[in-house]
């Protein structure tokens, strides 16, 4: 479509003749009636305007998705408080003597934990539902506004060609004085702001309505990945019932028969707790004392939880070492696990031993004496893996789901078992990655180590 430039009126009050740049003048009356119309339009305009400015209905399907979003809010914060609780009975349980009546009601308390985590799941994909339909209504009304401004725009510019058409004489010759011709001046002036603000008004709901889109966009992969976690969740919950019944199986419900099973598994196990336990120690041996500059505030929790063993001389002979080389954080099953820094995928690996499913991220960090440190941070146990080898990650991003992969579950609960998620702080130096050495037992695995700070010191307050 050809555009329409509206020239300027210019008038030379010397020898008293007007003129314009393109023509010589034909009527008067044309001119008038062409700003009357304008006038006439904004007026109707601003009324359209101010009647949509009005306070909407308090049945309007608005206040009805509001009512609905937190009905489903009260009903997930109840059943958050629900699985907390569960969480601090099944620590509890995880600290009393291993038994086989112990070691089913600790399966029962985790079930009915997954099972209040499926129905958290649910009720947040109904309120992210609810959000992404109120969503669409705001894009919808964003584009009704912007087409409704683009018509008045285009009427607008209709007129003011159609005045274009009519020379400054026949408007002056139109005018009963010569405030009446001033007045006309203005309002053609006014005219021109009125175009100026329509543009502007088309910019700010255009602006609005692209970060409609984007809300759009991050609600609906939000949707996605809380499907999957729905999804894994499920799965979890098939296969606790599953071990609970295989260890009823195993010990045909005998004490005697679960306590010499148990005595065979910690075995196999505590061989592989000390195998991790003996790298570190190496390097820490080689390297000696490393004490890092202090940092605070560097990297962020990875995982919403609660803490169920800390950093360092933990005391767990029984499984082979007596150094935690990081921090366990418990939740329910699948719980997403987040990058706790910028940084880049160093390595991924599986297996049914050590570290099960697990991520290592390299960070650059600046400590307080203004000094660059690199460091790796190890996300272990995971349900599954989102990320992947050299993938470029940001503070937040999702890695994958907390799980019990490795050594973590088997017939002992502790608080070193179960679902949660183990994180590690390594140092660059002397940091490494070796293949498992009981692969005849376990199949493959992999075993990140080097030495290790205590992550407590890298969060901020």
């Not at 509001?66 to 699985?83: D, F, G, P, V, Y």
């Not at 291993?98 to 947040?124: G, R």
């Not at 991050?218 to 098939?238: G, H, P």
């Not at 130096?429 to 293949?435: M, N, P």
């Amino acid at each position: 479509m050809e555009k329409h430039k509206v020239n300027p009126v210019t008038m030379d009050l010397g020898p008293r003749t007007l003129r314009h740049p393109r023509h010589n003048g034909n009527g008067v009356k044309r001119k008038i009636k062409a700003f009357c119309t304008i006038l006439a339009l904004l007026l109707f305009i601003g009324g359209i305007l101010s009647a949509n400015a009005q306070t909407p209905d308090t049945s309007s399907p608005v206040d009805v998705l509001q009512s609905q979003k937190e009905e489903k809010r009260r009903a997930l914060l109840e059943i958050k408080n629900k699985i907390s609780a569960l969480q601090k009975q099944i620590n509890e349980q995880s600290q009393k003597i291993a038994s086989l009546n112990n070691e089913v009601e600790l399966f029962e308390l985790q079930i009915a934990q997954t099972e209040a985590q499926i129905s958290a799941l649910n009720h947040e994909i109904e309120v992210l539902n609810l959000e992404i339909i109120e969503t669409l209504r705001e894009i919808h009304a964003a584009e009704e506004d912007i087409a409704a401004k683009k018509e008045l725009l285009a009427q607008l510019i209709r007129e003011i060609y159609r005045q274009d058409e009519t020379s400054p004489l026949e408007t002056v010759l139109g005018q009963q004085n010569f405030s009446d011709l001033l007045n006309q001046f203005h309002n053609t002036l006014s005219f021109q702001e009125r175009n100026a603000e329509i543009l502007e008004d088309l910019l700010s709901v255009k602006q609005q309505l692209e970060g409609k889109n984007q809300l759009l966009q991050d609600s609906k992969k939000e949707l996605e990945n809380l499907r999957a976690q729905s999804d894994q969740t499920r799965i979890s919950l098939e296969k606790q019932w599953a071990d609970r019944q295989g260890l009823l199986n195993a010990t045909r419900g005998r004490e005697s028969r679960y306590k010499q099973l148990l005595t065979e598994v910690s075995e196999e196990e505590a061989k592989v707790n000390r195998e991790i336990f003996e790298l570190d120690l190496a390097i820490r041996q080689q390297l000696g004392d490393k004490t890092l500059p202090p940092v605070t505030g560097s990297l962020s929790y990875p995982m919403e939880g609660i803490l169920t063993q800390g950093y360092g001389n933990t005391g767990f002979t029984k499984l082979g070492y007596t150094y935690h080389n990081g921090i366990d954080i418990a939740a329910p099953a699948n719980t997403p696990i987040y990058a706790a820094g910028d940084g880049i995928v160093y390595a991924v690996g599986t297996g049914k031993a050590a570290y099960g499913n697990w991520v290592v991220i390299k960070h650059t960090i600046e400590t307080k004496n203004n000094g660059m440190r690199n460091i790796f941070t190890l996300y272990a146990h995971l349900a599954s893996i989102s990320a992947r080898t050299g993938q470029g990650i940001l503070r937040g991003d999702l890695l994958g789901l907390e799980g019990n992969t490795g050594n973590t579950t088997r017939l002992l609960y502790g608080p070193e078992r179960g679902y949660h998620l183990h994180f590690s702080v390594f140092d660059e130096e002397g940091f490494g990655i070796k293949d498992g050495l009981f692969a005849d037992i376990y199949g493959p695995y992999q075993i990140p180590y080097g030495y290790t700070y205590d992550p407590m010191d890298f969060f901020g307050s």
